[in-house]
């Protein structure tokens, strides 16, 4: 992803930083569709997701030129859409919430019994835990990468996801996901 | 609670099927409208216009940035455009003409009487804003 149109992020960071707007443009249109599912998953609300990206995106914009890519575009982006998520829920829907919450766990199951015990184990996973589960497996992020995003220490991550999938691993609704690595 | 010293890596992989249907559940692709995408153009292209040529130069040249721009600038030829709004002569109304106009405006060089894009008799913001009108149509 991070390669595409001949140019990686860091390229286009720096030639942004030269004045060249169609270079912010196209790392808007490479990382847009990940940035707006992530903004969906802290709002749980269509117009509101696409509010807190576009938000995000004019915060970076206001980086340049003096922006400095020192991680993956995606690690940068990604505490930037949890607190103006966080903060327009505050403000919008006057509640008090913690740091650390992601609040939208997913969408109401709609499928498959085994698609809907999974959203409602992850459903019920502290969140801490499944910010990082979702983190590492679905925006396949590295655990390193993940440690940076949240600025905690590396071995947070590691303990946060072995209790997340530890408690996959235990609940009988989700057990048999785990019989094809024994 | 287990400490992350005696996690192994196997322990934090997920099988398969299971990363599976967490992508299908969290990581379905979201459409985003295509007036969000001007939205944001837009503002690109407000913020790399109004951003200070010294403050990009500044940025890729510490030592001296504002005089070498300044004398590449003196040397450098203004390009005639063919094309109404092509300011930068490239053969196509871009952004990057609406950013180059801004800029000739800001450090007031020498404005072409073509480049009055509404016929007003003034070369000002409103043709800027013309081009950028235009190039955004044609993206």
Same mark, same amino acid.
């Given at each position: 992803?991070?390669?595409?149109?001949?140019?990686?992020?860091?390229?286009?960071?720096?030639?942004?930083?030269?004045?060249?707007?169609?270079?912010?443009?196209?790392?808007?249109?490479?990382?847009?569709?990940?940035?707006?599912?992530?903004?969906?998953?802290?709002?749980?609300?269509?117009?509101?997701?696409?509010?807190?990206?576009?938000?995000?995106? !004019?915060? =970076?914009? +206001?980086?340049?030129?003096?922006? %400095?890519?020192?991680?993956?575009?995606?690690?940068? /982006? *990604?505490?930037?859409?949890?607190? !103006?998520? =966080?903060? +327009?829920?505050?403000?919008?829907? %006057?509640?008090?919430?913690?740091?650390?919450?992601? /609040? *939208?766990?997913?969408?109401?199951?709609?499928?498959?019994?085994?698609?809907?015990?999974?959203?409602?184990?992850?459903?019920?996973?502290?969140?801490?835990?499944?910010?990082?589960?979702?983190?590492?497996?679905?925006?396949?992020?590295?655990?390193?990468?993940?440690?940076?995003?949240?600025?905690?220490?590396?071995?947070?991550?590691?303990?946060?996801?072995?209790?997340?999938?530890?408690?996959?691993?235990?609940?009988?609704?989700?057990?048999?996901?785990?019989?094809?690595?024994? | 609670?287990?400490?992350?010293?005696?996690?192994?890596?196997?322990?934090?992989?997920?099988?398969?099927?299971?990363?599976?249907?967490?992508?299908?559940?969290?990581?379905?692709?979201?459409?985003?409208?295509?007036?969000?995408?001007?939205?944001?153009?837009?503002?690109?292209?407000?913020?790399?216009?109004?951003?200070?040529?010294?403050?990009?130069?500044?940025?890729?040249?510490?030592?001296?940035?504002?005089?070498?721009?300044?004398?590449?600038?003196?040397?450098?030829?203004?390009?005639?455009?063919?094309?109404?709004?092509?300011?930068?002569?490239?053969?196509?109304?871009?952004?990057?003409?609406?950013?180059?106009?801004?800029?000739?405006?800001?450090?007031?060089?020498?404005?072409?009487?073509?480049?009055?894009?509404?016929?007003?008799?003034?070369?000002?913001?409103?043709?800027?804003?013309?081009?950028?009108?235009?190039?955004?149509?044609?993206?």
């Amino acid at each position: 992803m991070a390669e595409s149109n001949g140019r990686s992020d860091e390229q286009l960071v720096e030639a942004a930083n030269r004045g060249d707007p169609r270079a912010f443009d196209a790392l808007y249109q490479r990382h847009k569709a990940w940035a707006a599912q992530l903004s969906y998953r802290f709002t749980g609300n269509h117009d509101d997701a696409m509010d807190v990206m576009q938000e995000a995106f !004019i915060y =970076l914009l +206001r980086k340049f030129p003096g922006f %400095r890519l020192t991680a993956a575009f995606t690690t940068f /982006l *990604y505490p930037v859409i949890k607190n !103006i998520a =966080l903060s +327009r829920l505050r403000k919008t829907r %006057r509640i008090v919430l913690d740091e650390n919450i992601v /609040l *939208y766990a997913g969408e109401p199951p709609k499928e498959s019994g085994a698609e809907r015990s999974l959203a409602d184990i992850v459903t019920t996973l502290p969140a801490i835990h499944r910010e990082v589960l979702l983190m590492r497996f679905v925006d396949d992020m590295k655990l390193e990468d993940i440690a940076e995003a949240l600025a905690v220490p590396l071995g947070t991550v590691k303990s946060r996801l072995h209790n997340a999938l530890k408690a996959l691993r235990e609940d009988e609704s989700t057990r048999s996901y785990f019989e094809e690595l024994q | 609670m287990t400490d992350h010293h005696d996690i192994r890596d196997a322990d934090l992989e997920a099988p398969a099927t299971l990363l599976a249907d967490l992508r299908s559940l969290y990581g379905a692709p979201r459409e985003v409208p295509a007036e969000v995408d001007d939205t944001i153009r837009r503002a690109v292209w407000r913020h790399f216009a109004a951003t200070p040529r010294a403050r990009i130069v500044r940025y890729l040249f510490p030592l001296a940035a504002a005089a070498a721009a300044a004398a590449i600038l003196a040397i450098l030829p203004l390009s005639r455009e063919s094309i109404p709004g092509d300011i930068d002569g490239n053969g196509e109304v871009d952004i990057l003409d609406a950013f180059a106009l801004a800029r000739r405006m800001e450090a007031t060089e020498k404005i072409e009487g073509g480049w009055d894009m509404n016929a007003d008799g003034l070369v000002d913001e409103v043709d800027v804003d013309l081009i950028a009108a235009v190039a955004v149509a044609l993206w």
